[in-house]
């Protein structure tokens, strides 16, 4: 099969494309012919070794896929060739762990493409029990924007952060992967929403997809923003995608008793913040990692009811990932890239 391999950590240009052995399903595992296959941000880190370099090497990335069953392993019932589906954003190596709850605390939880070998390919193995059927009706390109964006919005918006209806919901980076999903999930919720853009020029798309108000950081305080918004209350719940000094922001933004979901650190590893507003205003600080198959469902529930729309910014040739790779290192994208397995 081809695939977009890296034998080393670095630059974009350390994905090559190559021809390696098409993997065979273990028992309990299938193989899916990859159609479409998603790039996150996360990759990226991957790629630098920004995250870990515990990975052997030769190595392929990618957490999203759609694609169809082209061969089932020993023991698997549920699924028949030629069915579309989708690989779970996640989960544990061992199968002893499959039962932990949420699953992305099981000591063995990894997601395609960081444990084991990823989506940049034409096939992939997964295990049978964490598949989905994809009964989304929609092109694969788009969907493969979803899986690992998708699921992890929901655990962050729905489970972590507690977003319910009328609720006041800051999310940042509204034009990113995480972003603009983060925004779909919490409207899809019934919230009202804030989120932020470091160029004006960037504020149609979070519009679009029904953010309530739409921030420039670069001519703007957010937090003043919110502020203003709730009028003078805060916001229930911000959703910080960025870590860094924005985080310390986000804890001004929000109301007294209110939560603050630190989700990524697009920003930066490193935080510096003056606690009196954590503590006198007595809010609450929570990690949001991974997700469960459940978090899928629920948000592949609301894009057939058209709550949540895929945001695809481009697709590209799996030849091309490096290209792909430049661009999101670049912030270049608005929204999500694809790469297309079998295009010439």
Same mark, same amino acid.
Do not use: C
């Given at each position: ?26 028992? @309990?595992?299938? &193989?899916?012919?990859? &159609?479409? =296959? ?43 060739? $030629? ?22 605390? =099981? ?12 989506? /940049?390919?034409? /096939? ?36 972590? @952060? $507690? ?28 919230? /009202? ?6 160029? @004006? ?23 003043? =923003? ?7 209350? $805060? ?27 630190? /989700? ?22 929570? $990690? ?30 799996? #030849? ?9 290192? #670049?912030?270049?994208?608005? @929204?999500? &890239? ?7």
């Amino acid at each position: 099969m081809k695939a977009a391999v890296m034998r080393e950590f670095g630059t974009p240009d350390v994905l090559k494309y190559e021809d390696i052995e098409t993997p065979k399903p273990k028992p @309990g595992h299938v &193989l899916i012919k990859v &159609l479409a =296959a998603g790039i996150n941000r996360w990759d990226h880190y991957l790629r630098a070794g920004d995250l870990t370099q515990d990975i052997s090497m030769p190595h392929i990335l990618g957490a999203d896929a759609v694609g169809e069953i082209a061969e089932v392993g020993d023991g698997v019932v549920d699924f028949e060739v $030629g069915e579309r589906v989708i690989p779970a954003a996640g989960f544990p190596t061992n199968e002893s762990e499959y039962d932990i709850e949420p699953l992305s605390l =099981a000591p063995s939880f990894t997601l395609p493409g960081t444990g084991v070998w990823g989506t /940049y390919a034409q /096939y992939v193995e997964i295990p049978a029990r964490f598949v989905i059927r994809d009964a989304t009706g929609l092109p694969a390109e788009e969907v493969a924007t979803l899986p690992m964006v998708l699921a992890t919005s929901v655990r962050s918006v729905k489970e972590v @952060g $507690g977003v319910q209806g009328r609720d006041h919901v800051l999310v940042h980076a509204g034009t990113s992967g995480s972003g603009s999903m983060q925004i779909q999930v919490a409207k899809a919720l019934g919230a /009202y929403v804030a989120t932020t853009v470091r160029d @004006g020029n960037k504020v149609e798309l979070p519009r679009n997809l029904g953010a309530d108000l739409v921030i420039n950081t670069s001519r703007d305080d957010f937090a003043k =923003a919110v502020q203003d918004w709730t009028e003078g209350r $805060g916001a229930d719940v911000v959703i910080d995608n960025l870590g860094g000094d924005i985080l310390a922001k986000s804890i001004e933004a929000a109301r007294p008793k209110g939560v603050i979901v630190a /989700y990524g650190f697009a920003a930066g590893t490193q935080v510096s913040f003056d606690i009196r507003s954590l503590f006198f205003g007595q809010k609450e600080m929570r $990690g949001s990692m991974g997700s469960d198959p459940k978090d899928l469902q629920w948000g592949l529930e609301r894009v057939g009811e058209g709550k949540i729309k895929p945001v695809l910014d481009r697709t590209l040739p799996l #030849n091309e990932a490096a290209e792909a790779h430049h661009l999101v290192a #670049n912030n270049e994208v608005k @929204g999500n &890239l694809v790469l297309l397995p079998w295009a010439t």
